[in-house]
C-alpha cells in the first residue's frame, strides 16, 4: 500500500540525488570530442555521462560554414563516487573498502593573512584529542606595526567556534601596494604541469589570494587540472621562494585487458591435503580432484575496459588505450552461458585446465590407487590401470575399472565396477554397486550390488548380495562360505566344500530390503492409524462442546485447529504409505514365480539352501541339481540351464 510516508521517502531519496546532478556546457568539432571532453572535466567514463543537444554541430562543405556542437552534460547521479575526509584531510572515495573511519587527533590552526585592505582570520577546530588554537597566541600575531585595528572579541569567537572553512574579516592595516607579495606562474613545455612561486610581502604588503592564482592561470592558457586544494593549501601556508604545483594535467588511464576469472583451483600445487579436527594431515585425502557437476559456473570473463582520456593543462587531450579483449578458453565438455562470458561445466567429471583450455573429462585414469593419489571421489568413470590398495578407497557416480587386484578398501559407484583380478577384502573390503559387478574372483569382502554379479572363478568366505543374478561360470565357478543372496537365481558349478568346514548359505527368491521396508512401513501406518482414532475423540469431544456452548475458549479453538491440521497431515501420510506399500507388494508378488538355485556340478553336505524363506539343509552331496519353490517346500529337480539373455557384457571404458 502507497502511503504518505512512503512518497515522503521516495521523494526525499530522489531529492539527494539530484542535488548530486550537476551540468556543463562542452563545444566540440564532434559529438564524441564534446563527451570525451566532458569525461575528462567529469574525472568518469563517457557510458556515465547523459547530455542534451543544445546545438547540432555541422561539417560544413569542404570546411565552410563549419559549426561545433554545444552539449548540456550531466553525470549519471548512480556514478558519481561518494567522497569522504580522510585521516590527512585528503578526499577518499567513501566506497573504498580500504579506507576506514578513524578518528584520529588533530590539533586546531589559525591563518592569519592580509588580503586587500583587510585582515583576515581562518580557524580549524580541533580533532579528537587535539589542542584548540589559543586565542592570545593570534591576538600577539596582531601586533605588528601595519596593524591599523582589530576586533579583539571577534578574534576570540572564531577561535572558540571555528570560521567554517572560509577567512573572516578582523581588522584592517596600513596597506602598501609596493610591499604586496608577488609571484610567478610557470608552466612546464610538456604542459603537464603549472606552478607558482611566491616571493613573501614586506611589512604592509598584501598576501597571494587564491583568486589571483586562478585569475593568473587563466590568463596563460590554463583550463584543465587546476587544484582548489592545493591553490588554498598554498594561500594558507605559503612555502615563499620555492615552486608549488596548482596545477596538473589530467593524465589518460588505459582500459584494463579482459581477463578470465576461475572458479576453480588452476595451479595444481595449491591443492593440499585434507586436514583432520585435531590438526593432523590426512594423507589419503589428497584433494587432487575437482569434480563439478553439468550446469557449474567454471569461470567468467571480465570484459575489457575503455580507457578515460586525458588532458594537459592547455585542454589538449591525451589518448587512452581502451583494454584487449581475449577469446573464451573453451575446451572439451564445457559450453558457454546465455550472458556469452560465463563457462559452465557440459557433464560431470573433474575440471582441469589444459594447454590453458577449460575442460570436464568424465573420465579419470590412474595407474593405481595408493599413498601418490590417496583416496578418489570422482564424478564420473574412474579407470584404474594397476591395483587399488590396502586402506585406500574409490568412490565415482559412473563406473569403475580396475586392471589389478582390489585390496582391503571400499569400492562404491553408481554404475557398473570391473575387477579383472579379483577382490582380496580381508574380512573389511566392501563393495557397494549401483550396476553390475565383474570379477575374477572374490573373498572375505560385503558385497552389495543393485543388478547382476558375474565371477569367473569364485566367491569364498564373503557377504555378497544382488538384487538380480549372481553367475559364477568359469572353470571353478565355486561358492565356498559365507552367505550369498539374489533375488532371482543363484548359478554354480560347485557350491559348499568336501567334509563341510565353514557354513555356506544360499537364499534366493525374495527382497529382504523389500520386506524391511514393508514391515517399517505397515508398523508407521498401525500407529498412525491409533493417533488419529485419539485425534478423532479429541476433535469430536471439542466439536461438542462448541454445539452446545455455541463457541469456544480462544485456547480450546486454537487446539481443535491444531488437532485437525494434525489429522489431515497423517491421513496424507497414510496415503503415501499405502502407495509405498502396494509398490511393494507388487514386486514381492513378481518373485513368486523366480527364485532357483542351479548347481551343474555338486552341492556339498552342510550347504544350506533358502528358497522364499523356506530352507534346504543338504544332508548327503548332490550333483547336477536345481533347487525351487513348489507347494510350500524347497523341491530338488534335475540341472536346467538358466536363461542368461539380459546378461550382458560389461560396458566399460578400457
Given at each position: 500500500m502507497v502511503t504518505l510516508e512512503t512518497i515522503r521517502k521516495d521523494m526525499?531519496?530522489?531529492?539527494?540525488?539530484?542535488?548530486?546532478?550537476?551540468?556543463?556546457?562542452?563545444?566540440?568539432?564532434?559529438?564524441?570530442?564534446?563527451?570525451?571532453?566532458?569525461?575528462?572535466?567529469?574525472?568518469?567514463?563517457?557510458?556515465?555521462?547523459?547530455?542534451?543537444?543544445?546545438?547540432?554541430?555541422?561539417?560544413?562543405?569542404?570546411?565552410?560554414?563549419?559549426?561545433?556542437?554545444?552539449?548540456?552534460?550531466?553525470?549519471?547521479?548512480?556514478?558519481?563516487?561518494?567522497?569522504?575526509?580522510?585521516?590527512?584531510?585528503?578526499?577518499?572515495?567513501?566506497?573504498?573498502?580500504?579506507?576506514?573511519?578513524?578518528?584520529?587527533?588533530?590539533?586546531?590552526?589559525?591563518?592569519?593573512?592580509?588580503?586587500?585592505?583587510?585582515?583576515?582570520?581562518?580557524?580549524?577546530?580541533?580533532?579528537?584529542?587535539?589542542?584548540?588554537?589559543?586565542?592570545?597566541?593570534?591576538?600577539?600575531?596582531?601586533?605588528?606595526?601595519?596593524?591599523?585595528?582589530?576586533?579583539?572579541?571577534?578574534?576570540?569567537?572564531?577561535?572558540?567556534?571555528?570560521?567554517?572553512?572560509?577567512?573572516?574579516?578582523?581588522?584592517?592595516?596600513?596597506?602598501?601596494?609596493?610591499?604586496?607579495?608577488?609571484?610567478?606562474?610557470?608552466?612546464?613545455?610538456?604542459?603537464?604541469?603549472?606552478?607558482?612561486?611566491?616571493?613573501?610581502p614586506s611589512i604592509g604588503g598584501a598576501d597571494v589570494t587564491v583568486e589571483q592564482i586562478k585569475k593568473a592561470l587563466t590568463q596563460q592558457g590554463v583550463v584543465a587540472g587546476?587544484?582548489?586544494?592545493?591553490?588554498?593549501?598554498?594561500?594558507?601556508?605559503?612555502?615563499?621562494?620555492?615552486?608549488?604545483?596548482?596545477?596538473?594535467?589530467?593524465?589518460?588511464?588505459?582500459?584494463?585487458?579482459?581477463?578470465?576469472?576461475?572458479?576453480?583451483?588452476?595451479?595444481?600445487?595449491?591443492?593440499?591435503?585434507?586436514?583432520?579436527?585435531?590438526?593432523?594431515?590426512?594423507?589419503?585425502?589428497?584433494?587432487?580432484?575437482?569434480?563439478?557437476?553439468?550446469?557449474?559456473?567454471?569461470?567468467?570473463?571480465?570484459?575489457?575496459?575503455?580507457?578515460?582520456?586525458?588532458?594537459?593543462?592547455?585542454?589538449?587531450?591525451?589518448?587512452?588505450?581502451?583494454?584487449?579483449?581475449?577469446?573464451?578458453?573453451?575446451?572439451?565438455?564445457?559450453?558457454?552461458?546465455?550472458?556469452?562470458?560465463?563457462?559452465?561445466?557440459?557433464?560431470?567429471?573433474?575440471?582441469?585446465?589444459?594447454?590453458?583450455k577449460i575442460c570436464v573429462e568424465p573420465i579419470m585414469e590412474v595407474d593405481g590407487v595408493n599413498i601418490k593419489t590417496g583416496n578418489i571421489t570422482f564424478l564420473g568413470t574412474v579407470i584404474v590401470k594397476g591395483a587399488v590398495e590396502d586402506g585406500f578407497n574409490v568412490k565415482a557416480s559412473g563406473n569403475i575399472e580396475v586392471s589389478g587386484t582390489v585390496g582391503k578398501c571400499s569400492l562404491e559407484s553408481d554404475g557398473d565396477i570391473i575387477v579383472s583380478s579379483g577382490i582380496i577384502g580381508r574380512d573389511e573390503g566392501k563393495i557397494v554397486c549401483g550396476g553390475s559387478l565383474w570379477a575374477k574372483f572374490i573373498q572375505n569382502t560385503t558385497v552389495q550390488v543393485e543388478e547382476n554379479i558375474i565371477v569367473t572363478d569364485s566367491i569364498m568366505n564373503s557377504e555378497v548380495s544382488a538384487q538380480k543374478k549372481i553367475i559364477l561360470n568359469g572353470k571353478r565357478a565355486q561358492i565356498t562360505g559365507g552367505n550369498v543372496f539374489a533375488t532371482e537365481c543363484v548359478l554354480a558349478k560347485n557350491i559348499g566344500s568336501e567334509g563341510g568346514g565353514t557354513e555356506t548359505v544360499i537364499s534366493v527368491g525374495f527382497d529382504p530390503r523389500a520386506k524391511k521396508r514393508l514391515e517399517e512401513l505397515l508398523d508407521m501406518q498401525n500407529s498412525n492409524i491409533k493417533t488419529l482414532d485419539e485425534l478423532e475423540l479429541n476433535i469430536s469431544t471439542l466439536e461438542n462442546m462448541k454445539k452446545v456452548r455455541k463457541s469456544l475458549p480462544k485456547e480450546k479453538e486454537e487446539n481443535l485447529v491444531s488437532l485437525m491440521e494434525q489429522k489431515n497431515e497423517i491421513i496424507e501420510e497414510n496415503i503415501q504409505y499405502n502407495e509405498e506399500i502396494e509398490k511393494i507388494q507388487g514386486r514381492l508378488r513378481e518373485l513368486k514365480n523366480i527364485g532357483k538355485v542351479y548347481v551343474s556340478g555338486t552341492v556339498y553336505s552342510g550347504v544350506k539352501i533358502y528358497v522364499r524363506d523356506e530352507k534346504d539343509e543338504v544332508r548327503a552331496d548332490a550333483k547336477s541339481v536345481t533347487f525351487f519353490y513348489e507347494g510350500g517346500f524347497v523341491r530338488r529337480g534335475k540341472f536346467e540351464q538358466p536363461n542368461m539373455d539380459d546378461i550382458k557384457g560389461p560396458e566399460g571404458y578400457s
Open positions: 526525499a531519496g530522489l531529492l539527494s540525488k539530484d542535488k548530486d546532478i550537476h551540468f556543463i556546457e562542452v563545444r566540440a568539432d564532434t559529438l564524441d570530442e564534446a563527451l570525451a571532453d566532458a569525461a575528462v572535466q567529469f574525472d568518469t567514463r563517457v557510458v556515465n555521462l547523459e547530455y542534451e543537444v543544445v546545438e547540432r554541430g555541422f561539417d560544413g562543405f569542404m570546411g565552410i560554414a563549419k559549426k561545433p556542437w554545444f552539449l548540456k552534460v550531466y553525470q549519471n547521479p548512480d556514478t558519481i563516487k561518494k567522497t569522504v575526509v580522510g585521516k590527512n584531510g585528503e578526499t577518499v572515495d567513501a566506497e573504498d573498502e580500504e579506507f576506514e573511519e578513524k578518528i584520529v587527533s588533530k590539533n586546531g590552526e589559525y591563518f592569519l593573512h592580509h588580503f586587500g585592505l583587510d585582515i583576515m582570520l581562518k580557524v580549524t577546530m580541533p580533532i579528537g584529542d587535539g589542542l584548540p588554537v589559543d586565542p592570545d597566541v593570534v591576538l600577539e600575531d596582531l601586533n605588528r606595526p601595519d596593524t591599523k585595528s582589530f576586533d579583539a572579541d571577534l578574534v576570540r569567537s572564531i577561535v572558540k567556534n571555528g570560521s567554517d572553512g572560509e577567512y573572516k574579516t578582523i581588522g584592517e592595516y596600513n596597506h602598501e601596494p609596493s610591499a604586496d607579495a608577488i609571484f610567478v606562474i610557470d608552466i612546464t613545455s610538456d604542459e603537464m604541469k603549472a606552478t607558482a612561486t611566491i616571493n613573501p587546476i587544484s582548489d586544494e592545493k591553490i588554498q593549501a598554498l594561500v594558507d601556508k605559503p612555502n615563499y621562494n620555492e615552486p608549488v604545483v596548482v596545477a596538473e594535467a589530467v593524465l589518460p588511464v588505459d582500459g584494463k585487458d579482459a581477463y578470465i576469472s576461475y572458479n576453480f583451483e588452476t595451479d595444481r600445487s595449491k591443492i593440499r591435503a585434507k586436514q583432520a579436527a585435531n590438526g593432523q594431515v590426512d594423507f589419503k585425502e589428497l584433494n587432487l580432484i575437482q569434480n563439478v557437476v553439468a550446469g557449474q559456473p567454471l569461470a567468467q570473463k571480465i570484459l575489457a575496459e575503455q580507457g578515460k582520456a586525458g588532458k594537459t593543462i592547455y585542454g589538449r587531450y591525451l589518448e587512452a588505450k581502451n583494454g584487449r579483449d581475449i577469446q573464451l578458453p573453451l575446451g572439451k565438455n564445457v559450453r558457454v552461458d546465455k550472458d556469452g562470458r560465463t563457462i559452465l561445466a557440459d557433464a560431470n567429471g573433474q575440471v582441469l585446465l589444459i594447454n590453458d
